[in-house]
């Protein structure tokens, strides 16, 4: 009877929690590796310890994120740098409130017989977007290996799995992969022509939006969420977790553990992506802006660094 009223007790306060805990609408893109921090303060209790319950859509690339954020449909998103600042440059409501994935956890990966730029002559390659920064680093590379890129046909698509869908598929010769993708891809008979995290080092991923307006009223949830998240980060990055970390990535993007332990070595062991307490590197968004400045994809009087972040939403 004891331990009957004590599973009853907990259950309770349990059910209590549940009920009283805030619902966030979340904007993001896809389920893959660089979610990894979100998947883990759900399956970890992260969320559930801020209060919080986030109610994650997925919408498929990193524009809509930001159009559905500034439209009311969220109140934090996930977008990109430079689609963060070109969109707040363009007089968008929307500030950076923290550094979510700061480096580029992406490899282009090609068919096998596809060994250097020189191959993807008269080929096709599959890339988020025409003016996403990604695209840009990947003429770069084009360039300096000294070909032209527009010898190489480019179309695009927003998320990962429906790159990699269309690479197993044929219809293109390379395409932009994350984590666990490129691997799924490379024991697939699949080549890694580029590695953009070593590649496009000075540049970031992901960053996390919300509107000034929306802050002003809900600034708990913002902190609670990205307390969770910082959380989650610290939990991932500590070797102890490795085996539970695994498991959960190969839960939440539906691939073989085998791809997600790969994919463990190469962020905790190589590239370090997420960044610690969701700080929001500097030289990240002074890199950005003058891309976009270079780009003619905005002016420089029409953004500040400075006052396109607010980091007070932080935790210590």
Known sequence: LLIALGLAVTCGVQLARAADAKTLAVGDVAPIAPDWP???????????????NPQITYVGNVANTVQQMVGGSFGISISTFDTAIRAIAKGADAVMIGGYVVKYPYSIMSDANIKNADDMKGKRVILPFQKDLVTFIWNQWVKSQGVDPKAIDQIYDGATP???AALVAHQVQAGLLSQPFDFRAAAEGYHKL???????????????????????????????????????????YDAKNHDEAVKILAAN????????????????????????????????????????????????????????????????
């Open 253 to 316: 993007t539906q691939l073989s553990p085998q791809f997600a332990a790969q994919t463990y070595d190469y962020y905790i062991n190589e590239v370090k992506p997420f960044s610690r307490k969701l700080a929001i590197p500097s030289g990240v968004v002074e890199n950005t802006i003058k891309t976009l400045v270079e780009l003619g994809d905005i002016k420089e009087s029409e953004v500040d660094a400075k006052k396109i972040i607010d980091a007070s939403y932080l935790p210590k």
């Open 194 to 236: 580029l590695d953009l995290g070593a590649y496009g080092k000075d540049y970031g991923f992901l960053v996390i939006l919300s509107k000034p307006s929306w802050l002003k009223d809900h600034g708990d949830e913002a902190r609670s969420y990205l307390k969770a998240l910082s959380d989650a980060v610290d939990w991932l």
């Open 162 to 164: 429906n790159r990699y």
């Open 38 to 52: 979100s998947f883990i303060a759900k399956a970890k209790g992260f969320y559930e310890k801020e209060n919080l």
